[in-house]
């Protein structure tokens, strides 16, 4: 399927407008992949473990919808589970202990984030983003099942737009400013207190350095990947 001339567009991203989002009438199709018998499932609207907020209730081929069931079960234990690999992390990097302790730490440690990074993994791409304007934006969904939902909701746009970033340029100069700054007051601390630091003190200056230099290309608007279409056409 085409948007007029120009090549095809498999797949969009849909904007709801706030004020749309209560009345949203949402396609029998499976959001992930167009599947015409869906799963239902609360998604919810924050990647945040701890408090994810409020959810909407979306249309997901099986398999995803599994690991979206599995998610909820299992993110409210994840915090906890990310605050003991801090500590077997530092139990084995910042302590003199027999390495029969060190050992089994660091295991445990790295057994942890690996979990962590499986549970994140859980949330589809398509998970609802809520900007600072209150609208909704679900990412990557099929162009026909985008065209869907902007046909039977008036408002509801299909775009190929990137999304903005959720931050002003404001913030994140601001950010990267610090960042900078504090990574050069730690080298400048790390140099001058006259005894061995640990390396990981030292890791964490050129660390601090790729984040400010990440946080200053944020300062730019994302720039499009391919061409750019908006459903319905002409739609402002």
């Known amino acids: ?34 599947t015409t018998d869906p799963q239902w499932v609360r998604v919810p609207l924050s990647r945040w473990r701890l408090n994810p907020g409020p959810a909407l209730r979306l249309p997901l081929d099986p398999r995803t919808a599994t690991r979206v069931r599995r998610y909820a079960r299992l993110a409210p234990w994840s915090v906890l589970a990310d605050l003991l690999v801090l500590a077997a992390w530092s139990l084995f990097a910042l302590t003199d202990l027999p390495l029969g302790v060190r ?12 979990w962590s990074q499986a549970l994140r993994r859980g949330l589809p791409q398509q998970t609802p983003i809520r900007a600072r ?4 934006r679900l990412p990557e969904v099929p162009v026909e099942v985008a065209h869907q939902w902007a046909g039977q909701n008036p408002g509801v746009t299909a775009t190929a737009e990137p999304a903005p970033r959720p931050h002003s340029r404001r913030f994140y100069a601001r950010s990267a400013a610090g960042l900078l700054a504090a990574a050069v007051a730690l080298a400048a601390v790390l140099a001058n207190d006259g005894r061995e630091d640990h390396i990981l003190l030292w890791m964490l200056v050129p660390a601090l350095l790729c984040a400010s230099f990440a946080t200053v290309l944020k300062t730019q608007p994302p720039a499009p990947t391919g061409p750019v279409r908006r459903w319905p056409p002409g739609f402002a």
Request: aromatic share 2%.
């Open 103 to 114: 050992g089994p730490a660091l295991a445990a440690s790295c057994c942890g984030m690996l």
């Open 133 to 136: 304007s209150g609208e909704l």
């Open 1 to 34: 399927m085409s948007w007029g001339a120009g090549p095809v567009i498999e797949r969009v991203d849909i904007v709801i407008p706030e004020s749309a989002v209560a009345t949203l009438r949402i396609p029998a199709l499976a959001i992930t992949d167009g």
